[in-house]
T-cell receptor, first 112, second 114 residues
Framework: QQQVKQSPQSLIVQKGGISIINCAYENTAFDYFPWYQQFPGKGPALLIA?????SEKKEGRFTISFNKSAKQFSLHIMDSQPGDSATYFCAASRPGNTPLVFGKGTRLSVIA | EADIYQTPRYLVIGTGKKITLECSQTMGHDKMYWYQQDPGMELHLIHYSYGVNSTEKGDLSSESTVSRIRTEHFPLTLESARPSHTSQYLCASSPGTSGYNEQFFGPGTRLTVL
C-alpha cells in the first residue's frame, strides 16, 4: 500500500509557467513533509520541507502548500526554468526514529 | 555538497558473483540508508541503520545484507548477483535522533548483472 501518493508521474511546463506537483497521505501520524529534487546521475537533494503547524512555506520560487484536513501537500514552482527540469519526490515521516516514506516521483520537464 | 561517497559508480558483473557496494560519509551521521531506485524513478528502502551494530530491513524484500561496524561506513553485499539485481543503488545518511533531519544522498552505484 502506497503511504504517500504522488501525482502526476510526469509534467511538462512552459518556461515561466507554474509547476504543481501534488501528494496525498493517509497516516495522520506523519508530521514532517520534505520535497527532494534529483538531477540525472545524481542522488536526490532536499529542496524544501514543512511541518504541519503551518499551511505554507516559501523559499525563493519554491512553495509548499499544506492542507492538514485533506491530508494533502503540494509543491509549486513559480517562474519555472529549464534548469528546474528534474525528478521531484515528496516524502513524509512520523515522529521518532523512523525512515522517510517517499512518493513515486514526478519527472518535470520545463521547455523553452 | 554532502560528504557521502559511493564506490564503484558503475559496475557490470556476471551472474552468481559476490559484490560489495561501498558507502562512506564523513559527517559523523548516526543514521544511514540504502535505497534501490528503479529506472522509472521510484525509491525503495532496502536497509537502514541508526548506529554502529544496528541494522534493519526496509520495505523492499532484498537478497542483500549490510553491516555497520563503523559509524562512517555502511557497505551493502550481494552474495550471489542475479540479473534482477540490475538497478541503481543509492546510499544516504542523516544526523540526529529525530525524523526531521535532512537525508544526504550519495551519487549512486549503477549495477548491471549480466
Amino acid at each position: 500500500q502506497q503511504q504517500v501518493k504522488q501525482s502526476p508521474q510526469s509534467l511538462i511546463v512552459q518556461k515561466g509557467g507554474i509547476s504543481i506537483i501534488n501528494c496525498a497521505y493517509e497516516n495522520t501520524a506523519f508530521d514532517y513533509f520534505p520535497w527532494y529534487q534529483q538531477f540525472p546521475g545524481k542522488g536526490p537533494a532536499l529542496l524544501i520541507a514543512i511541518r504541519p503547524d503551518v499551511s505554507e512555506k516559501k523559499e525563493g520560487r519554491f512553495t509548499i502548500s499544506f492542507n492538514k484536513s485533506a491530508k494533502q501537500f503540494s509543491l509549486h514552482i513559480m517562474d519555472s526554468q529549464p534548469g528546474d527540469s528534474a525528478t521531484y519526490f515528496c516524502a513524509a515521516s512520523r515522529p521518532g526514529n523512523t525512515p522517510l516514506v517517499f512518493g513515486k516521483g514526478t519527472r518535470l520537464s520545463v521547455i523553452a | 555538497e554532502a560528504d557521502i561517497y559511493q564506490t564503484p559508480r558503475y559496475l557490470v558483473i556476471g551472474t552468481g558473483k559476490k559484490i560489495t557496494l561501498e558507502c562512506s560519509q564523513t559527517m559523523g551521521h548516526d543514521k544511514m540508508y540504502w535505497y534501490q531506485q528503479d529506472p522509472g524513478m521510484e525509491l525503495h528502502l532496502i536497509h537502514y541503520s541508526y548506529g554502529v551494530n544496528s541494522t534493519e530491513k526496509g520495505d523492499l524484500s532484498s537478497e542483500s545484507t549490510v553491516s555497520r561496524i563503523r559509524t562512517e561506513h555502511f557497505p551493502l553485499t550481494l552474495e550471489s548477483a542475479r540479473p534482477s539485481h540490475t538497478s541503481q543503488y543509492l546510499c544516504a545518511s542523516s544526523p540526529g535522533t529525530s525524523g526531521y533531519n535532512e537525508q544526504f544522498f550519495g551519487p549512486g552505484t549503477r549495477l548491471t548483472v549480466l
